[in-house]
């Protein structure tokens, strides 16, 4: 039996190399970091998928909402002056 290791990379956001060249070193990592929300969802959601299905629409909208919330503290922060890694 051979056993091969296959490594795949991809990218979620259409032009994310630019985006991320414009910006600053903690703006993209800001922008990374509020992604992570939006992961924990989807996997968990796939992994409870065997034995629980969750309607498409509350799905759609509790992603929306974290989207809202990353969106909504990152503006937060950047009008008190607090970015991470400041006081």
Known sequence: MTVENITVLFND???STELSSSLSVEAADELRRSHVGILVFVGIKMTISHWYHLNTYVSLAI???LLAMAIALS????RSGTGRGQG
């Open 13 to 15: 956001m259409v032009g």
């Open 63 to 65: 992603i929306v909402a």
């Open 75 to 78: 503006m937060r922060r950047e």
